[in-house]
C-alpha cells in the first residue's frame, strides 16, 4: 500500500505504523538481495550467512504482518487471498504454532487488519505452540479457533475485548498493543469482539 493511498481519517497511529513499516521493509529486502548476490558469487556458504539470510526473512515476514496489521486500512482497499496467506505463513515460518488461513477470496483490508489482530491475540495464548485458524462463516462474521498445550489466556488483558479495559491495575505493555487495536477496528465498524476458552482450545469471533 503507498502512503499516498491511505484513508485521510485513518488515525495517527495508524499511519505512523505504516510509515515505519513502509521505510523498513525496503532497506531489509536490500540486505536479502546482497545476501543473494553473495551467493552467487560463491561467497554465501557457511553458518554465518544462513543466520543473516534466517533473520532478513524473519524481520521481513514480521514487518509485513505488521504493516497489515497495525497501518492504515482504508475502505475501499483489499487484500488478495495470496498476500494474505503469503504474510500469515511467513510470520509463523519459524514458529510453533501452525496458522490455517480458512478464507477463500480476497478480502476488505479493514477486514484482513481485524483478523491479523485476532492471530497476534491468540499467538500470545499459545506459548507451546499449537494451531490457528481462522477466516469467516458463511455471513462473513470471522471465526478463530486456536488450539495447543498449556493454553494461556491472560484475562487481566483479555477483559480488554470485552469491557474496553484491562483489569484494573494493570498497565498495558506495548506488546499487549494489538488487543486495544483490535478493539478499536471492531468498534469502528460497529463490531463486537467475543471469546470463550476451554480447556486447550480458544475461539474468537467478531460479528
Known sequence: MRDDQIDPG?????????????????PLGAIGNGVELLEMTGKGDGPEMELIRDA???????????????????????TSLREAKMVVEGYFHQSRVTPVWTATSD???????MALLMLLCAEVALPMGGTLSIGPDSAGHWQMEATGPRLNVDEEVWDLLRFGNPVAGRVLRPSDAHFPMLLQCANAQGLTVNYVTDGESLRMSIS
Open 10 to 26: 485513518t488515525n495517527l497511529a495508524d499511519l505512523v505504523a505504516s510509515r515505519l513499516c513502509h521505510d523498513l521493509v525496503n
Open 56 to 78: 532478513v526473512r524473519a524481520a521481513e515476514a514480521r514487518i509485513r504482518l505488521f504493516r497489515l496489521a497495525f497501518g492504515g486500512a482504508g475502505p475501499g482497499q483489499s
Open 107 to 113: 478480502q476488505s483490508r479493514q477486514e484482513t487488519k
